[in-house]
C-alpha cells in the first residue's frame, strides 16, 4: 500500500529515476527524517545558514543540534545568501515562502543555481508545503553539483480535501535512499498501511495545477480587494508575494502563479490589533458575516482545504498573526466573501 502511494506520488512530481519519494506520517515526521540524516553527517565546527525564518517546531529541532553555528540571515537577497556561505557551511535550509506573518518568497531557482557552482558538498534541505509541492528544487540540481536536494513537505495541505489523516513527502537523490529508509523505520516516521488506507489517492498532475492555480487567483483577488479598499488603506493590508505592494514581488512574478499557494497574512498598523481576544473576537465577527450571506467559511489550523479557513498562528517567542487560505471556490464567492472581510474590519476599527 504504501509502496503504491509513493510510485503514484512520485508520478504526481514526475520525478526522475534520479530520485526517491518516501512517505511518512507527517510533514514533521518529514522533517525530523531529514534532520536525523544531518546530524548524522555533521561534524562539530560544521555550520548551518538559514536565510529566512523555517517552521517554528522545524526551528526547535534546529536549534537543538548541539556543537554548530547557524547562521539565521533574515533575508531573501539571493547574493547575501550566497556570501554567507564559506568552507564551513554544511547545509543550508529553504523554505520558498515562509509560514510567518511576512510571508516573504526567496527565488529558490536563482540561488540553488548558484550553489551548483560552489565547489563543496551542501545539503539544500527544502521545506515545500506552503507552496503546494509546484516549486521542485530537484529540476535545479545540476548533475555536476557536489550539492544534494533534501526536499520534504506536508501531505496534508493543498493534495487532500481533508484533514483526517495526515502524511509527510520526501524527496532525496536516489543514492541515499537506503540511508534514510533505514533512518525512517529507527525512528518510527512511517506512514503505516492502515493510515495510509484513509487517504484520498492522488489527482492527476494536470488537475493539481489547476486547482492550485484556482487557489493562487483567489489569493491573489483578496489581496488586491482589500489593499486598494479606500476605508481600509490606514488599518490593515494583506500579505502575498503576488500582490504589488509585497517586498518580494518583483521576484515572486517569475513564478507560475500555481506555485504561490493560496494562503495570505492580514497585518495591522497599530499593535494593539495583536491581541489573541481581539484576533478572535475578528474570527467571530467575520463567522458571522459569511454565515449571514451563505458564505462556507471556519476557523481551524493547517491549509488547503477548498474553503476558506483562517488561523491565528504564531510560535511561542512571536506575536500572534492571523493566515488565512482562501480556499478554491468560483470567484463569485471570492467576491462576497472579501466583502465580508471588509466588513469585519470595518466593524473592529
Do not use: W
Amino acid at each position: 500500500m504504501i509502496a503504491d502511494m509513493e510510485d503514484e506520488l512520485t508520478k504526481l512530481y514526475e520525478l526522475s529515476g534520479d530520485f526517491s519519494l518516501l512517505l511518512t506520517s507527517s510533514g514533521m515526521a518529514a522533517y525530523a527524517t531529514i534532520n536525523n540524516f544531518i546530524i548524522r553527517h555533521l561534524s562539530s565546527d560544521d555550520n548551518i545558514v538559514t536565510p529566512v525564518p523555517v517552521y517554528h517546531e522545524a526551528e526547535a529541532l534546529l536549534s537543538a543540534i548541539p556543537g554548530i553555528k547557524i547562521l539565521r540571515l533574515n533575508t531573501t537577497d539571493i547574493d547575501k545568501i550566497i556570501s554567507s556561505i564559506d568552507r564551513k557551511t554544511k547545509a543550508i535550509y529553504l523554505t520558498p515562502i515562509t509560514n510567518d506573518e511576512a510571508l516573504r518568497f526567496v527565488d529558490i531557482d536563482r540561488l540553488i543555481q548558484k550553489i551548483n557552482l560552489i565547489n563543496q558538498e551542501i545539503f539544500i534541505v527544502v521545506d515545500g508545503t506552503m507552496s503546494g509541492g509546484l516549486i521542485r528544487p530537484e529540476k535545479l540540481i545540476d548533475s555536476n553539483s557536489c550539492s544534494s536536494i533534501l526536499y520534504f513537505e506536508s501531505g496534508n495541505k493543498y493534495q487532500q480535501f481533508e484533514d483526517t489523516a495526515m502524511k509527510g513527502i520526501v524527496i532525496v537523490p536516489r543514492s541515499l535512499r537506503e540511508e534514510f529508509v533505514s533512518i525512517r523505520r529507527e525512528l518510527g516516521t512511517i506512514l503505516y498501511d492502515r493510515v495510509a488506507v484513509s487517504l484520498p489517492y492522488s489527482i492527476s498532475f494536470e488537475e493539481f495545477k489547476l486547482k492550485m492555480r484556482r487557489f493562487a487567483y483567489n489569493a491573489l483577488f483578496i489581496s488586491n480587494f482589500i489593499n486598494t479598499h479606500p476605508d481600509l488603506q490606514a488599518f490593515c493590508r494583506i500579505n502575498y508575494p503576488l500582490d504589488p505592494s509585497h517586498p518580494d514581488y518583483n521576484v515572486a512574478q517569475k513564478y507560475l502563479i500555481e506555485q504561490l499557494g493560496g494562503v495570505v497574512t492580514l497585518s495591522f498598523y497599530e499593535s494593539s490589533f495583536y491581541q489573541k481576544d481581539m484576533l478572535d473576537k475578528f474570527i467571530d465577527n467575520l463567522i458571522d458575516k459569511c454565515q449571514a450571506k451563505s458564505i462556507p467559511f471556519c476557523k481551524g489550523d493547517s491549509y488547503g482545504f477548498s474553503i476558506p479557513r483562517i488561523h491565528i498562528g504564531a510560535s511561542r517567542s512571536d506575536k500572534p498573526f492571523l493566515r488565512l487560505c482562501v480556499g478554491n471556490r468560483s470567484i463569485e464567492e471570492v467576491k462576497v466573501f472579501a466583502s465580508c472581510l471588509v466588513e469585519a474590519f470595518q466593524n473592529i476599527q
